[in-house]
């Protein structure tokens, strides 16, 4: 079993800045990617960022996201960083932090934290 523990939510003004946080933890033997997503009411989970970990550290990002979000990530800590600055409204949404692990037993498959609201007032 793996777990995704996730932080760092909450509500600020537009214009503002938030850290959410992600940390892995059990049966895992090597993690592939760590990224998060993000999905408002009705709509569908859309990527925000994400990053290599086993792979050198390299990062995509949605282009709604590019220049204001910053991912990074600990690898001794089996965690991973999201960097919000300049929030605007149409940032709020269920913030969820996904990994792309290999466990224990050579199993591949893809986990999901239990997601932290972030809500941007105008």
């Known amino acids: 079993q793996v777990q995704l523990v996730e932080s760092g939510g909450g509500l600020v003004q537009a214009g503002g800045s938030l850290r959410l946080s992600c940390a892995a933890s059990?049966?895992?033997?090597?993690?592939?990617?760590m990224g998060w997503y993000r999905q408002a009411p009705g709509k569908q989970r859309e990527l925000v960022a994400v990053v290599g970990i086993s792979s050198g550290g390299s990062t995509n990002y949605a282009d709604s996201v590019k220049s204001r979000f910053t991912i990074s990530r600990d690898n001794a800590k089996n965690t991973v960083y999201l960097q919000m600055n300049s929030l605007k409204p149409e940032d709020t949404c269920v913030y969820y932090c996904n990994a792309e692990v290999l466990d224990y037993w050579r199993s591949r498959g893809a986990y999901w934290g239990q997601g932290t609201q972030v809500t941007v007032s105008s």
């Open positions: 059990g049966s895992i033997s090597r993690i592939n990617t």
